[in-house]
T-cell receptor, first 111, second 114 residues
Framework: KQEVTQIPAALSVPEGENLVLNCSFT??????LQWFRQDPGKGLTSLLL?????REQTSGRLNASLDKSSGRSTLYIAASQPGDSATYLC??????????FGKGTKLSVKP | GAVVSQHPSWVICKSGTSVKIECRSL??????MFWYRQFPKQSLMLMAT?????????EQGVEKDKFLINHASLTLSTLTVTSAHPEDSSFYIC??????????FGDGTRLSIL
């Protein structure tokens, strides 16, 4: 069974701190790896998409890496801000666009 | 602005009622739409994949007769929860894709069955 695991389940940090969210997946034959942000009661906002042939992607203060051999991806958030508080979801993408999600990491950035 | 519109955002209804949820791609033609369900503190789980003009493909364990999916056009897919019961209460969310474009999600529908 294909699974996606995210650690930690919750994280609280002071404003300005750099942080890393972890994601692991069981099948190395992935099509892509995606990171999303979900605010309470809301839909998902796509943050970064890493194709299987890529090692990392960057957008602003966010950097995501992909290591297929070890089945791991990390999301690095630099200089965290209270507005970054949300649940961050990692998802393994299939060739048809279907996604297998982890349970997410709930991030709280304290002012 | 939103590129995928999902309606309604919140539904409360009595047990036995059928509920229809709409998912629309606003400024692109979606070749495929997906329906996910999320229970509290759980992952989003794929329920079904919907391609325009063809029958939806359901994931294992999802009752196709209970969760009716219609994808009649390239911009609209509907999910009907038939004879809903309290255990169907959940957060339902759709997404839409078109080739070479990022996947876009709706804002979700919170369904509460009393």
């Amino acid at each position: 069974k294909q699974e996606v695991t995210q650690i930690p389940a919750a994280l609280s940090v002071p404003e300005g701190e750099n942080l890393v969210l972890n994601c692991s997946f069981t099948d190395s034959a992935i099509y892509n790896l995606q990171w999303f942000r979900q605010d309470p009661g809301k839909g998902l906002t796509s943050l970064l998409l890493i194709q299987s042939s890529q090692r990392e992607q960057t957008s602003g203060r966010l950097n995501a890496s992909l290591d297929k051999s070890s089945g791991r991806s990390t999301l690095y958030i630099a200089a965290s801000q209270p507005g970054d508080s949300a649940t961050y979801l990692c998802a393994r993408g299939g060739s048809q666009g279907n996604l297998i999600f982890g349970k997410g990491t709930k991030l709280s950035v304290k002012p | 602005g939103a590129v995928v519109s999902q309606h309604p955002s919140w539904v409360i209804c009595k047990s036995g009622t059928s509920v229809k949820i709409e998912c629309r791609s606003l400024d692109f033609q979606a070749t495929t739409m997906f329906w996910y369900r999320q229970f509290p503190k759980q992952s989003l789980m794929l329920m079904a994949t919907s391609n325009e003009g063809s029958k939806a493909t359901y994931e294992q364990g999802v009752e196709k007769d209970k969760f009716l999916i219609n994808h009649a056009s390239l911009t609209l897919s509907t999910l009907t929860v038939t004879s809903a019961h309290p255990e169907d209460s959940s957060f339902y969310i759709c997404s839409a894709i078109t080739p070479n474009q990022p996947q876009h999600f709706g804002d979700g529908t919170r369904l509460s069955i009393l």
